[in-house]
């Protein structure tokens, strides 16, 4: 079965510089995997929109917004020779970086619509930057605006739907996700992470629509399938979602320098498959999946890869 594939050329003009692990080769990589493997000509290709800011205020303060904006301009950095801005220690922006945000955040909204509107069961989008740490009014670990949260935000406003689940296999907790969604009654948030680890939270004062299952430093893909068993599937079964967002973060392998987890690519294929099952019984098989971390290209590619052939079905 094809999947929708949504990218567009300007994520990658979005540079942090030299060195920095969140690096436009990184969707090179993804790319150089799918076409080795064959995938890359089996998928339906569409090009990125760039998301509103009504879309982007469903869950960010319209403040923020206008400054993230506001750096496209020369005028908003100091020195416009060498135009660029720290926005937190670890978040460079820069001139285009908000083409790029605004590529990712409506990559989510178009396979939104592409799914809600029947044109395809499930969707990819390839987009950098990437989201989850985004906070409300705040951006954070690499990340501007909160694309899956934008996209969950999109099929409830946009389509009525009443269940929407979201769930993180990312290295690191999705606290932007969780801090755009905590409490709204039609979203369930579903992560797991390495703990204690970057950005130290998720374990305390957790919402009440909130599913948090961190994992010690070192545990491998039987810790990480324990976790997704006892903890995701039972709230995923009784919450019974029409459309499942995958926050799809590749940086708990065990080839992957940023963390201390060991999963590998049949962990991957493992939980998209749960996942599949889950969007077949409660969501006729919706289910949209957007790129978050991942920074060893290798195993970032092959991951990729592994995670697409499973919701084309292929497996
Ligand atoms: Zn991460």
């Known amino acids: 079965m094809t999947i929708a594939y949504i990218y567009h050329p300007d994520c990658l003009l979005h540079d942090m510089g030299e060195g ?3 690096c436009p080769a990184r969707i090179e990589a993804i790319e150089d995997q799918l076409k080795a493997s064959h995938l890359f000509d ?3 290709h569409y090009e990125a929109p760039l998301a ?3 879309q982007l205020a469903r869950v ?3 403040n923020y917004i206008s400054r993230v904006l506001s750096y496209s301009k020369l005028e908003a950095y100091v020195d416009s020779e060498n135009p660029h801005a720290y926005l937190d220690p670890d978040t460079l922006i820069m001139p285009k970086t908000p083409q790029a945000a605004l ?3 409506g990559a989510a909204v178009l396979a939104t619509d592409l799914v809600m509107t ?3 069961k499930a969707a990819f989008c390839c987009v950098r930057p990437p989201g989850h740490h985004a906070l409300r009014g705040e951006s954070m670990g690499f990340c501007f605006f909160g694309n899956v949260a934008v996209g969950a935000a999109h099929a409830i406003a946009e389509y009525g739907v009443q269940r929407v689940a979201i769930v993180d296999f990312d290295v690191h907790h999705g606290n932007g996700t969780e801090d755009l969604v905590q409490n709204n009654p039609n979203i369930l948030f579903c992560s797991t992470f390495q703990h204690p680890f970057y950005p130290y939270c998720g374990t305390e004062n957790v919402p009440s629509n909130v599913v948090n299952a961190p994992l010690a430093a070192g545990s491998d893909g039987e810790k990480f399938r324990a976790a997704v068993t006892d903890y995701w599937l039972p709230a995923l079964h009784k919450f019974m979602p029409q459309i499942i967002f995958i926050s799809a ?3 708990a392998h065990y080839d992957d320098d940023m963390s201390s987890l060991r999963l590998v690519e049949r962990d991957y294929a493992w939980v998209t498959q749960e996942l599949l099952n889950v969007a077949d019984k409660y969501g006729e098989g919706r289910i949209i999946s957007a790129l978050e971390g991942g920074y060893e290209l290798h195993s970032l590619g ?3 890869t592994a995670h697409l052939r499973v919701l084309m079905r292929m497996n």
């Open 60 to 62: 960010h303060d319209k």
């Open 103 to 105: 590529r990712s955040a």
């Open 302 to 304: 092959r991951s990729v």
């Open 52 to 54: 509103t800011v009504g």
């Open 20 to 22: 920095h692990p969140e």
């Open 42 to 44: 089996f998928v339906r």
């Open 249 to 251: 973060g590749f940086d």
């Open 118 to 120: 029947g044109k395809t």
